[in-house]
């Protein structure tokens, strides 16, 4: 079975200082990792995904994530965030061969003004 | 395309009652699945189903339960509520293995 923990239940940042939430995981398997972004009241939005190729990806918002194999990490990182990035975060992994899903306890970003 | 549909949206129960919760996919999708959030507990899985059947489960107790239709549309039943069971249940849709889920705006489910 794969698990998540997310170092810090909660992180707050002046707004336009950097951030970086982080995210290890441990599988028996190979897996696909994912961060969600969640606000109040609302489901959960995909930030971003990696499945293959480059351990670097990117969102259309400012955010990026890296994959550390041998870290087992998948950091998230915006060089300057907005209060509008005031949300809950959830790291997750995911096996390659089915969709249990399972998540971190979240992270909870506050901006500051 | 229409996203991932909840219905209802919030729900108020007794305990000893039990609930239904639907859940209409993105259309295309074949994979539903299904989550309890919680403050204490988090995010965890239920279930997921993939052209009308089960194919992995989470570790929850008999009391919860779900099926998926012909249409790909799901359905979630909890029997016996207990107020432990209040949470934000998530449905989320999904085309195959290797592909991002999309979620509902859950159904915020109240046992009283």
């Known amino acids: 079975a794969q698990s998540v923990t997310q170092l810090d239940s909660q992180v707050p940042v002046f707004e336009e200082a950097p951030v970086e939430l982080r995210c290890n995981y441990s599988s028996s398997v190979s897996v696909y990792l994912f961060w969600y972004v969640q606000y109040p009241n609302q489901g959960l939005q995909l930030l971003l995904k990696y499945l293959s190729g480059s351990t670097l990806v990117e969102s259309i918002n400012g955010f990026e994530a890296e994959f550390n194999k041998s870290q087992t990490s998948f950091h998230l990182r915006k060089p300057s965030v907005h209060i509008s990035d005031t949300a809950e975060y959830f790291c997750a992994v995911r096996p390659y061969n089915n969709n249990d899903m399972r998540f971190g306890a979240g992270t909870r970003l506050t901006v500051k003004p | 395309k229409a996203g991932v549909t909840q219905t209802p949206r919030y729900l108020i129960k007794t305990r000893g009652q039990q609930v239904t919760l639907s859940c209409s996919p993105i259309?295309?999708?074949?994979?539903v699945s299904w989550y309890q959030q919680t403050p204490g507990q988090g995010l965890q899985f239920l279930f997921e189903y993939f052209s009308e059947t089960q194919r992995n489960k989470g570790n929850f107790p008999g009391r919860f339960s779900g099926r998926q239709f012909s249409n790909s549309r799901s359905e979630m039943n909890v029997s016996t509520l207990e107020l432990g069971d209040s949470a934000l249940y998530l449905c989320?849709?999904?085309?195959?293995?290797?592909?991002?889920?999309?979620f509902g705006q859950g159904t915020r489910l109240t046992v009283v």
């Open positions: 259309s295309g999708h074949r994979s």
């Open positions: 989320a849709s999904s085309e195959q293995f290797n592909t991002e889920a999309f």
